[in-house]
């Protein structure tokens, strides 16, 4: 069993940056792939980024590309997202997700086929 904890939200204004992070603590992240999400209230979850096991390759969902960055520290057991050029409509949870599968070098951009989620960190942006 692997517990997830976010850490890294807070308010920051539109076009400010931020870096959450996602700590582990039990057993281990580094075979598996890792993934971020988000939900604002009365809205589905969103598929933000997601990376390898290794951190070889990773994917992005619409909403991020071109401004987020995820990444990952094995030894740490720890994955990042860095965060920038925030818009107040991106107010969310936030949260990272551990894949269901090890060792395959897939990138999985669907909540199903992640099994472990953090509790989320709140995002707010203000305009």
């Known amino acids: 069993q692997v517990q997830l904890v976010e850490s890294g939200g807070g308010l920051v204004q539109a076009g400010g940056s931020l870096r959450l992070s996602c700590a582990a603590s039990?057993?281990?992240?580094?075979?598996?792939?890792m993934g971020w999400f988000r939900q604002a209230p009365g809205k589905e979850r969103e598929f933000l980024a997601a990376?390898?096991?290794?951190?070889?390759?990773?994917d992005y969902g619409d909403p991020a590309k071109g401004r987020f960055t995820i990444s990952r520290d094995n030894a740490k057991k720890a994955v990042y997202l860095q965060m920038n050029s925030l818009k107040p409509e991106e107010t969310a949870v936030y949260s990272c997700?551990?894949?269901?599968?090890?060792?395959?070098?897939?990138?999985?951009?669907?909540?199903?086929?992640?099994?472990?989620w953090g509790q989320g960190t709140q995002v707010t942006v203000s305009s």
């Open positions: 997700a551990r894949s269901m599968t090890y060792f395959d070098g897939d990138l999985y951009t669907t909540a199903g086929a992640y099994s472990d």
């Open positions: 039990g057993r281990t992240l580094s075979p598996y792939g």
């Open positions: 990376i390898t096991w290794n951190g070889a390759r990773t």
